[in-house]
């Protein structure tokens, strides 16, 4: 029996109006606790500091009133990524390290503390990477998003940056992913009620390969015919971009945004400069 529901498990580009105190935050607060977060985990070597990383990322999906089944079903898309990711490093990465405690070694293969540390921290950080970018399209519509990255990228315009055409890329690109979801889907179904064996295993490398490359035609096909009726119903009501375009949405900061993002520096700032004790000295030389 076959897996049909894709658009379901694709939580970027997906907003859920829960009314909570995250969805009221100014998209311009969002983007740039986002982006501050991104920045606390990605200089932080820490297994602990990851831990924590993604607790505190739970929380802001509990706050924002997010199920957190949803946001778990956003790792079903990125589950081969993961794994593939896991295979490379378990195997690779005990041979490169010089010295250390070796769990476990068999010929160039080798099961060290080293390799198991940046594989635990490679996957959490992933992990927590995938939650928070979800999160941010969650609680944000995407023309609330668009604005928040045009107004954020004003101040770079004077510089030559294009900042209302990037911020209508990231609106197409957002719009678009969960269409090309439901795409997908369309032609999944369409060829398994032809008797196509569409069936996928994240065990079976080769019948994957074999499964998405038909696929993959239909898709890009359907996705340019799709552009191209954007770009025709874009120019039919005369829509022209760059300076001088009149704003509808004005948006206004508030002390709590203020607050928000201050806050996410300052997490920030903790998370880089902070040494966190090892793991091995909680648990013991016994453990690791």
């Known amino acids: 029996m076959y897996n049909f529901e894709l658009l379901r498990n694709v939580t970027i580009g997906q ?29 932080n070597t820490s297994l602990i500091a990851n831990l924590l990383f993604l607790a505190v990322v739970m929380g802001i999906a509990w706050l924002a009133r997010i199920p957190f089944r949803y946001i778990w079903r956003g790792l079903l898309l990125g589950l081969p990524v ?7 490093q378990f195997l690779f990465l005990g041979s ?46 995407t023309t609330e998003l668009t604005h928040g990255v ?20 990231l609106t197409i690109t957002l719009r ?9 889907e369309r032609i ?14 994240i065990w079976r490398p080769d019948k994957t390969l074999r499964t998405v490359l038909p696929l993959i035609v239909p898709l890009f096909l359907g996705a340019f015919r799709r552009a191209e009726e954007l770009v025709l119903a874009m120019e039919a009501r005369g829509y022209i ?35 966190f004790p090892a793991l091995r000295d909680l648990l013991g030389p016994a453990w690791l």
């Open 188 to 201: 999944m179904k369409a060829q398994a009620s032809r008797g196509a064996d569409v069936g996928a295993s």
């Open 82 to 88: 993961l794994i593939f990711i896991f295979v490379m």
């Open 241 to 275: 971009s760059g300076a001088g375009r009149s704003k509808f949405v004005e948006l206004h900061a508030r002390p709590l945004d203020i607050a928000v993002v201050a806050g996410a520096a300052l997490f920030m700032l903790f998370m880089i400069f902070f040494r």
């Open 176 to 184: 678009f992913v969960p269409t090309l979801a439901e795409e997908l």
């Open 15 to 43: 907003y859920i109006p829960t009314g909570s105190a995250v969805h009221r935050l100014d998209p311009r607060a969002k983007l740039l606790a986002a982006t501050l977060l991104t920045l606390a985990i990605s200089f």
């Open 150 to 169: 045009e107004r954020l990228l004003a101040p770079f315009r004077r510089f030559g940056v294009p900042s209302h055409e990037l911020a209508l890329v």
């Open 96 to 141: 490169s390290e010089p010295a250390g405690r070796v769990f476990y070694e068999w010929g160039w293969f080798r099961v060290t503390r080293y390799s198991l540390h940046l594989i635990a921290i490679s996957l959490l950080r992933i992990i927590a990477f995938i939650f928070l970018t979800s999160l941010v399209t969650m609680t944000a519509t």
